[in-house]
């Protein structure tokens, strides 16, 4: 089974400030990861994605998280926060064997981010 | 490119109602799901389907009922509408999901359905 704990509902910076969002992950077989934004009444959209090799992914808009296995984390940085980044952040996770374990993706509770002026 | 298209966009029920929620993707996706977010609680999987004539259950299937008769078509039935039941719900695609497979886990959302019981 899977399962993702983010550490704060909300979270608020200074424009221009590092952006850290914190993400734990628990799976039973090598999981797939994600980070999906949610723009005020919008659907999610996806912002970055680790499967395999390299375990710092680059996503859009500046983002990037880096997959640690010995820590089970997953957390997304930016290094300097803009206004039009203020959005909810949800983080998710598969399983890298779907036919096995199940085709189904499991979502955080999400993070608020305020970017203040 | 429409994507994924969801409607009603807003709906309010009586406790007891029934109605449908309907999913359409233009993208020839295989995998289709219905996704419930309440806040604080993140998204929660209702149900899924791997193609045409197959569903599955997800996280909170209970009061809910799921056909795929079509790759493009994936309809939500609230049997009996439940206060429990408000929330804003969300229908996702993606292309097939296989092991080693890129596409895995990356989904296309439409832009939700908020459906109020009183």
């Known amino acids: 089974a899977q399962s993702v704990t983010q550490l704060g509902s909300h979270v608020s910076v200074s424009e221009g400030a590092l952006v850290l969002l914190r993400c734990n992950y628990s799976?039973?077989?090598?999981?797939?990861l994600f980070w999906y934004v949610q723009y005020p009444n919008q659907g999610l959209q996806l912002l970055l994605k680790?499967?395999?090799?390299?375990?710092l992914v680059k996503g859009i808009n500046g983002f990037e998280a880096e997959f640690k296995k010995s820590e089970t984390s997953f957390h997304l940085t930016k290094p300097s926060a803009h206004m039009s980044d203020a959005a909810e952040y949800f983080c998710?996770?598969?399983?890298?064997?779907?036919?096995?374990?199940?085709?189904?993706?499991?979502f955080g509770a999400g993070t608020i981010l305020r970017v203040k002026s | 490119n429409a994507g994924v298209t969801q409607t009603p966009k807003f709906q309010v029920l009586k406790t007891g109602q029934s109605m449908t929620l309907q999913c359409a993707q233009d993208m020839n996706h295989e995998y289709m799901s219905w996704y419930r977010q309440d806040p604080g609680m993140g998204l929660r999987l209702i149900h899924y389907?791997?193609?045409?004539?197959?569903?599955d259950q997800g996280e909170v299937p209970n009061g809910y009922n799921v056909s795929r008769s079509t790759t493009e078509d994936f309809p939500l039935r609230l049997l009996s509408a439940a206060p429990s039941q408000t929330s804003v719900y969300f229908c996702?695609?993606?292309?097939?999901?296989?092991?080693?497979?890129?596409?895995?886990?990356?989904?296309?959302f439409g832009e939700g359905s908020r459906l109020t019981v009183l």
């Open positions: 389907s791997v193609g045409a004539g197959i569903t």
């Open positions: 998710a996770v598969s399983p890298s064997r779907p036919m096995e374990y199940g085709n189904k993706l499991v």
């Open positions: 996702a695609s993606s292309y097939s999901w296989l092991a080693g497979s890129p596409n895995t886990g990356e989904l296309f």
């Open positions: 799976s039973s077989v090598p999981p797939y």
């Open positions: 680790y499967t395999t090799g390299a375990t």
